[in-house]
């Protein structure tokens, strides 16, 4: 995802939410400083180039879909996913958070030698002081929503799961299915459905950028606002 593509929609998530950029671009350079010196990840250093990708949502439904997420090529879980799926023996390949998520399982990971995504927003400059120096920072990707910086890249996406499914398809996925995404919870909040509302909007974007369609917005397209998506 080239920036200069993503930063109109950036711009419309910040107005709908009322994010300040400069509190994203804040917390950008501070987890640029505080892997600064080492030898970080890049998306080069992912490659799904001709596989299938599992995109793991941390959804309720996520444990019925495991087998759909152990039969594919490669999986990248969002937050708490990746527990679930390393719980049921799932294998992550990546694990994509901003660090908000239970347990230690980020720092499991990288120290393991998984890839995992830290993402850096206005919201979680607390979590990336305290959990970013514990992991092992040469399976870290840092990552923004805002423009990218120094080591710190942005692949595109807004949610967890939007981010991941971005960075399957930044990085070659042939074809990416989608496992534990449950739009309609009802257990989430107001804040967490608008959030939900973009990374379905998002989606359809990326499907139509893809040229391919995502069996989880079957039956849903019709009602999805495509406003501000670039054709």
């Given amino acids: 995802m080239d920036f200069d593509t993503w930063e109109p929609v950036y711009e ?10 400069a509190d994203d671009e804040r917390a950008r350079d501070l987890l640029a400083d505080l892997v600064a010196g080492a030898d970080v990840l890049t998306p080069a250093d992912l490659d799904f180039a001709g596989r299938t990708v599992a995109v793991a949502g941390a959804g309720p439904s996520l444990e019925e879909d495991l087998a759909d997420a152990r039969s594919a090529d490669a999986v990248v879980a969002a937050s ?26 980020a720092r499991e990971l990288t120290h393991a030698g998984v890839p995992v995504a830290v993402h850096a927003h206005g919201d979680n400059e607390p979590a990336l002081r305290e959990r970013v120096p514990a992991l092992a920072l040469g399976s870290v990707l840092p ?8 080591p710190v890249c942005n ?6 799961g939007d981010r991941a499914a971005f960075l ?12 534990g995404w449950d739009f309609d919870d009802p257990s989430v909040g107001p804040l967490k459905r608008r959030k939900l509302n973009w990374a379905e909007r998002l989606l359809r974007w990326l499907e ?10 079957d039956g849903r397209r019709g009602a999805i606002d495509e406003f501000p998506l670039p054709d």
């Fill in 208 to 217: 139509q950028r893809r040229g391919e369609r995502f069996a989880v917005l």
């Fill in 143 to 150: 990552t923004t929503q805002a423009a990218p910086a120094g």
């Fill in 80 to 105: 708490d996913a990746a527990a679930v799926c390393r719980e049921a023996g799932v294998a992550v390949d990546c694990m994509v958070t901003d660090l908000d998520e239970e347990g230690d399982v």
């Fill in 155 to 160: 692949p595109g996406g807004f949610t967890d």
């Fill in 168 to 179: 399957a398809d930044h990085c070659g996925a042939a074809s990416l299915r989608f496992v």
């Fill in 12 to 21: 419309a998530v910040l107005a709908d939410f009322g994010f300040p950029r």
